[in-house]
């Protein structure tokens, strides 16, 4: 099977003026395959969230490639990105900060159809589907982001996210500010979603219990490396790098 996603010696190094150059990501290699959910945990400043970001093309790569469904996407411009930015969806930890205070959560979710040309009418159909399919009734659509609890604000999140028909969406730590019952919610929407729309999930987590219920495969990540990867039982269960294990022991 080919990767959905590759990454080829992708690196990432920050100049700061007056400061040495930090390299963030470095070197980094993987690739994550259709209908796969790959985790990638690591400690906190470990280069998870850039790693992301530049594969995602916010943020520009240094060195290295990106390829997307066999497409060399590293140093793409103008249309050709803004066709790669509907292919790969972000979801990030604070889904209330996402959306705009002033607009209603149906208005955030159709903005990308609308901008791509769909009619009103069309685009609010469209987002209803989605607001149902993400569990949410239709009374959400008229809501503001503040009148809803975080676990409808993310659903409403995966819903904007869904908007576009992307094929991967990377969740960057987007059930860590939810209490557990609904982090389960979440979750099982995520897996329901992936099944019905065949999408591929790149998954940031610090939280390792969930990484091992949720994940097909996992990377550690340290110091912007990939220091160990494999299964969920593999990494989490068994460590074989000693960063690994330290890593599993301080969330024990
Ligand atoms: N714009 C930037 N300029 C300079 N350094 C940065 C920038 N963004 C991130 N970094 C640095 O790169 C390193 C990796 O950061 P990153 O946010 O990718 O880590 P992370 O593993 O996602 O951390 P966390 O789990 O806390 O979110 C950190 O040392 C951070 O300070």
Known sequence: ???????????????????????????????????????????????????????????????????????????????????????LQMVF?????????RRTLGDGIGESLRNSGTSKAEAKKEVLRLLSQCGLSEEFYGRYPHEVSGGQCQRAAIARALAVQPKIVICDEATSSLDVTVQQQILELLKKLKEERNLSYLFICHNLALVQMFCDRVLVMKDGKIVEEGTPDEVIMQPKEAYTKLLVESVL
Request: one cysteine or more.
């Open 1 to 87: 099977m080919k990767p959905v996603l590759e990454t080829k010696e992708l690196t990432k190094i920050f100049a700061a003026e007056g400061k040495s150059d930090f390299t963030a990501v470095d070197h980094v290699n993987f690739q994550l395959y259709p209908g796969e959910i790959l985790g990638i945990v690591g400690e906190s400043g470990s280069g998870k969230s850039t790693l992301v970001r530049a594969v995602s093309r916010l943020t520009d790569v240094t060195e290295g490639s990106i390829f997307l469904d066999g497409q060399d996407i590293t140093r793409i411009k103008g249309k050709a990105l803004r066709q790669c930015y509907k292919k």
């Open 93 to 101: 930890q604070t889904p209330v900060t996402s959306f705009d205070p």
